[in-house]
């Protein structure tokens, strides 16, 4: 497996209140990815990051915002977690200059009560 | 935008048998398309890949082909085993871009 790791794996949360997921790499990639997956939907874009501090939507973006400070860490974050928003996380990276694939995380499940 | 369809949803076969999982992409700049294999509880895992300038590739047990005229490209596994049991996921990548662009996902199941 490449060099991704996320925290936490699994979360407990209640309605309202904020969640920060935190994705961490060591294989220098430029790009980062955030999705959610969902049964029946595949695999959703939430953000990307596409350098330090560069980011933009996806195309389910709404309740979420991301950061990336340095280039082996990009945040999640729901600022008032909703239950439609329970579902299993998955960070990706890629970077094509230097290869095609794009590698993914073990994931967090979250739950939102 | 780009959109990918992948069909079917759901695939039974007989262990032994092979299974074909195919899907459509929209956008014509995609080049690369990556299939990948989902465990339950478990990343995402790439299991092969073809670039537009290939027309078929092979890896043991499993291939992809590419037709780029319409737009389809397919997995096929041979010889199935339970251990082929999973949700497969195909994906296509416009040239000099960021995106991957996933199908919904096949769930195969081989029975013994």
């Known amino acids: 497996d490449a060099g991704i790791t996320q925290s936490p794996r699994h979360k407990v949360t209640e309605t309202g209140t904020p969640v920060t997921l935190r994705c961490h790499q060591t294989e220098n990639h430029r790009y980062m990815y955030w999705y959610r997956q969902d049964p029946g939907h595949g695999l959703r874009l939430i953000h990307y990051?596409?350098?330090?501090?560069?980011?933009d939507k996806g195309e389910v973006s709404d309740g979420y915002s991301v950061s990336r400070s340095k280039t082996e860490d990009f945040l999640l974050t729901l600022e008032s977690a909703t239950s439609s928003q329970t579902s299993v996380y998955f960070c990706?990276?890629?970077?094509?200059?230097?290869?095609?694939?794009?590698?993914f995380g073990p994931g967090t499940r979250l739950t939102v009560l | 935008g780009e959109n990918v369809e992948q069909h079917p949803s759901t695939l039974s076969v007989q262990e032994g048998d092979s299974a074909v999982i195919k899907c459509t992409y929209s956008d014509s700049a995609s080049n690369y398309f990556p299939w990948y294999k989902q465990e339950l509880g478990k990343r995402p895992q790439l299991i092969i890949d073809?670039?537009?300038?290939?027309g078929e590739k092979k890896d043991q047990r499993i291939a992809v082909t590419l037709n780029k005229t319409a737009k389809h490209f397919s997995l096929h596994i041979t010889e199935t085993q339970p251990e082929d049991s999973a949700v497969y996921f195909c994906a296509a990548s416009p040239f000099g871009t960021y995106k991957y662009i996933f199908g919904t996902g096949t769930r195969l199941k081989v029975l013994a």
């Open positions: 990051s596409y350098g330090v501090k560069d980011t």
């Open positions: 073809i670039r537009s300038n290939v």
């Open positions: 990706a990276i890629s970077d094509r200059r230097v290869t095609d694939t794009q590698y």
